[in-house]
């Protein structure tokens, strides 16, 4: 285990702080890969004997965390999950969100969801379903896909055509199943998409600008439903395939790509990748507006979800699930370029990228710390994460928006500007320690009244929307504390919500959904006439 040396930060010095690292709590449910950065960044990991017992700064599990823990933790701290959450990624309640959505909204806004029934109260309807299917397609085959509501990683999964082959539990559910998707190499594929809720309410959502796709491991063969390694593109199931070592056509080895690779592989065929880009993100947002309302108010905590999106051959994504505590373990090359870095830029979007902070008295937020340091690791590391994004053309798209807003105020992050993204967010992190932790705030508090005290604040931020840039103006006499402005960008997280200044209105005070649903749906009136008319033009 590296552990950081003692240091002593020189903006410590001048503003007579002593600045300690940071502290992050685990239990046993905790990834391995959370820990391993953490301590890379030189995090101290919390031990009761050593540290105070609020003496934490970060406590991430993969279970969700009691409500009292949630309605005690400290202004310094930060939980790793919402309340309530868990209810998302159940597969019949999710289903009854989004149907629930589809009825008030409009199905065509929702139809990104494939049909979906929750047995057994749904069988009926079901039933009227697929005959009417079978009417329609006379000769044809109709698929349908059974899933166990509570179950993962693929258990328990059946596909069929004849409703005679259909066994169901009481948990289970019966979806349309996507029979024409989008094949690499002639292996289907799903994205498994990073998405991190920083806030339910005020709702701030950021999508993670890189990703996987995992790929069943033998051919697509709608003749053969039996064969798991051929219809679900779970890891869990194909890395156990005895095609998972071999040399695929065009996927290669393995079953695994990074969602950077897939996008230069739709690249090289012309695909308006930016486009899909865009579905997904309204997607996402679609999708934490249905349940947004439901989530109890919590502060200090924020949640990483892994959306599950198929891609069919007419480019056109269809949500499966939504997964709660996203697996982390690091099997394969990708998962580690991947996994690793959501969970740096996840440090760096919650803010806490720096040493914390103590008064020179010693500090009484932490009385049992007392080594001054500060990780030198972590400074190294931090250049690191802005030396490279993934997406060529996807982050073209987006630092277009960036400058569009820098232009016309000098705030907005760059890709990577030269005084990063990073160190902007370091010096926020140690403004705000001062604030959080100090007893007496020093100096700099004085800055940090000033920066707000004209009545008017700028809002500035991105979203891979280049429309949906937007730079406007807002009394601070209506910002709570909860109504900061979102941060545009951290690392390969991008703001995808609020994306404008209406939405960003709309989800202050309590959340108007109807209002939202109206600029999305604007947004995507806009991208289908941009559609036609580079059709009509071609
Ligand atoms: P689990 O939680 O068990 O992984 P998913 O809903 O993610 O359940 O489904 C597992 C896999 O089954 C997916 O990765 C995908 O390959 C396939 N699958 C699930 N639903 C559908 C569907 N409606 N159409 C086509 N394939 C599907």
């Known amino acids: ?63 969700s965390f009691r409500m009292i823990e949630h309605t005690n933790v400290k202004p310094w701290q930060r939980l790793n999950h919402h309340p309530g959450t ?23 806004i929702y139809e990104f969801v494939p049909l979906t029934f929750i047995m057994p109260g749904d069988y009926n309807k079901f039933v ?38 259909l066994i169901f539990d009481d948990t289970d559910i019966v979806q349309k199943y996507i029979c024409n998707p989008l094949l690499v190499g002639k292996y289907k594929c799903d994205l498994r998409v990073y998405v991190c809720v920083t806030g339910f309410k005020p709702l701030t959502i950021y999508i993670y600008q890189e990703g996987l796709v995992r790929f069943a491991t033998e051919k697509f063969d709608l003749s053969n439903l039996q064969n798991n390694y051929a219809h679900l593109t779970n890891s869990s199931i194909n890395t156990s395939g005895t095609s998972y070592e071999k040399i695929k056509e065009v996927i290669g080895h393995g079953c695994k790509w990074t969602l950077s690779r897939f996008f230069s592989y739709l690249r090289s ?31 200090n905590c924020f949640e990483l979800f892994g959306f599950d999106i198929l891609i069919d051959d007419n480019f056109k994504p269809w949500l499966l699930e939504v997964n709660y505590s996203p697996a982390l373990s690091l099997g394969c090359k990708a ?24 008064g020179k008295e010693g500090g009484n937020a932490f009385p049992g710390l007392s080594n001054v340091s500060f990780a030198k690791s972590d400074k190294g590391r931090l250049s690191n994460v802005c030396s490279s994004l993934p997406y060529g053309s996807l982050l073209q798209f987006t630092s277009r ?35 959080l932790m100090a007893k007496e705030p020093p100096k700099v508090k004085s800055k940090l009244k000033s920066r707000h005290s004209p009545h008017k604040i700028s809002l500035s931020y991105v979203s891979l ?17 909860n109504s900061k402005e979102p941060d545009p960008q951290a690392g390969n997280f991008v703001l995808i919500f609020p994306f404008n200044e209406a ?19 604007k947004q995507m009136n806009k991208q289908h006439s941009r559609v036609g008319g580079n059709k009509t033009k071609r």
């Open 503 to 521: 939405t960003y209105g709309a989800s202050r005070n309590g959340l108007n959904v109807k209002r939202i649903v109206q600029e999305l749906q």
């Open 465 to 481: 929307f280049p429309s949906y840039t937007c730079k406007t103006s807002i009394s601070s006499s209506f910002l709570s504390d």
């Open 335 to 358: 998962d580690v370029t991947v996994k690793r870095k959501v969970i740096h830029d996840i440090v760096e979007l919650i803010h806490l990228n720096g040493p914390r902070n103590e």
């Open 128 to 165: 009227a379903e697929y005959s009417k299917e079978k009417q329609m397609l006379g000769t044809k085959q109709s698929y349908w896909i059974c899933k166990p509501a509570e179950l993962s990683r693929g258990r328990g999964i059946i596909i069929f055509s004849d409703i005679k082959d």
């Open 1 to 63: 285990m590296k552990k950081a040396k003692p240091y002593v930060m020189a903006e410590g010095e001048d503003t007579g702080t002593i600045l300690k690292p940071l502290v992050f709590r685990t239990d046993e449910t905790t990834p391995k890969v959370v820990q391993s950065v953490l301590l890379e960044r030189g995090w101290n990991e919390f031990d009761r004997k050593e540290h105070n017992v609020e003496g934490w700064n970060l406590y991430w599990k993969t279970s």
């Open 269 to 299: 065929f012309d695909v308006d990748h930016v486009l899909l880009w865009q579905k997904i993100s309204h997607m996402v947002i679609l999708t934490m507006l249905a349940f947004a309302p439901s989530v109890p108010c919590a502060t």
């Open 86 to 108: 868990t209810k998302l990624t159940r597969k019949d309640r999710l289903a009854k969100y989004l149907m629930y959505m589809k009825r008030v909204y409009g199905t065509s």
């Open 401 to 435: 928006a960036f400058k569009k807003d820098e232009s016309t105020k000098g705030k907005a992050a760059r890709i990577c500007p030269k005084n990063t993204r990073t160190s902007q967010l370091r010096e926020m992190i140690s403004k705000q320690n001062l604030l």
